[in-house]
């Protein structure tokens, strides 16, 4: 899968991911994937990043496709956090990884299509 194809399933599985669970709620203003380990205020996996200023997600590029998603719906679960729960402290907690899991398990059907072609 190229990057411009990695680009379009991110967009895809991200506004999957905002019309079932947040009810197209969540702003997400752009989605970059990066080659160089970039330091950011709000978490500090290294595979990824949110940005609440800018609301931007930021992935790494040399992790495999699967790590990309779940990079993907882990700063898209702080993005939840930050904008539907109005936390603005990016947590990693119980709360947060039952909501990564819904996520992850809704991208299911989105990759079986996508790997399929
Ligand atoms: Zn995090």
Redesign the pocket.
Known sequence: MNSKERLKLSWKITNHINKKFCKNRLIIDKILFFNSIRKSKG???VHGFYDSNSKMIGIKNDISLIEQIETLC??LT?AYQHQIEKNNK?V?NKVGNKIFSKFMKSTEDILKISLSR
């Open positions: 978490c500090g996996v882990h700063e702080h990016l990693h």
